[in-house]
């Protein structure tokens, strides 16, 4: 399958079923997508438009700013686990799990910034092009 048809056929996973294997499969998705691209940009290889760029600029974007819906998802989750009585932790004391609250709210606020920085990378690499006489990339 390529890229291509993964990318296409990535939609349907947000209907679900869901469960912790098919969510846990998705963040392994991303991690590993993330690790193509920085194969697939590395200099030398097969990255040689500035249109491109912007490309996956805007699609990074979008990637970041979807990333603080689900970081409050998994807080939300864990903060009701803990009010329900349902979380306990190896050190016998809950101190972990503030932590783990904590970092994930300033996560979310990084993964904002990252969604507005990214925003702004893109639209500053519209006008980039790759001159050839005729002001198109070449």
Same mark, same amino acid.
């Given at each position: 399958?390529?890229?291509?048809?993964?990318?296409?056929?990535?939609?349907?996973?947000?209907?679900?079923?869901?469960?912790?294997?098919?969510?846990?499969?998705?963040?392994?998705?991303?991690?590993?997508?993330?690790?193509?691209?920085?194969?697939?940009?590395?200099?030398?290889?097969?990255?040689?438009?500035?249109?491109?760029? /912007? =490309? &996956? #600029?805007?699609? !990074?974007?979008? $990637?970041?700013?979807?990333?603080?819906? %689900?970081?409050?998802? @998994?807080?939300?989750?864990?903060?009701?686990?803990?009010?329900?009585?349902?979380?306990?932790?190896?050190?016998?004391?809950?101190?972990?799990? /503030? =932590? &783990? #609250?904590?970092? !994930?709210?300033? $996560?979310?606020?990084?993964?904002?910034? %990252?969604?507005?920085? @990214?925003?702004?990378?893109?639209?500053?690499?519209?006008?980039?092009?790759?001159?050839?006489?005729?002001?198109?990339?070449?």
């Amino acid at each position: 399958m390529t890229p291509q048809e993964i990318a296409a056929r990535l939609p349907e996973l947000t209907g679900g079923p869901h469960d912790d294997a098919s969510i846990t499969a998705m963040a392994q998705i991303t991690a590993e997508a993330i690790r193509a691209l920085n194969h697939a940009t590395f200099p030398g290889a097969a990255l040689s438009e500035p249109a491109t760029v /912007y =490309r &996956v #600029l805007g699609e !990074l974007a979008i $990637a970041a700013n979807r990333l603080p819906q %689900l970081l409050t998802q @998994l807080a939300r989750w864990l903060d009701a686990e803990k009010t329900a009585g349902r979380l306990a932790h190896d050190s016998g004391s809950l101190d972990a799990l /503030y =932590r &783990v #609250l904590a970092r !994930l709210d300033e $996560a979310t606020r990084w993964a904002g910034l %990252l969604g507005g920085a @990214l925003d702004d990378a893109q639209q500053a690499t519209a006008g980039l092009y790759r001159p050839g006489g005729d002001g198109e990339d070449q």
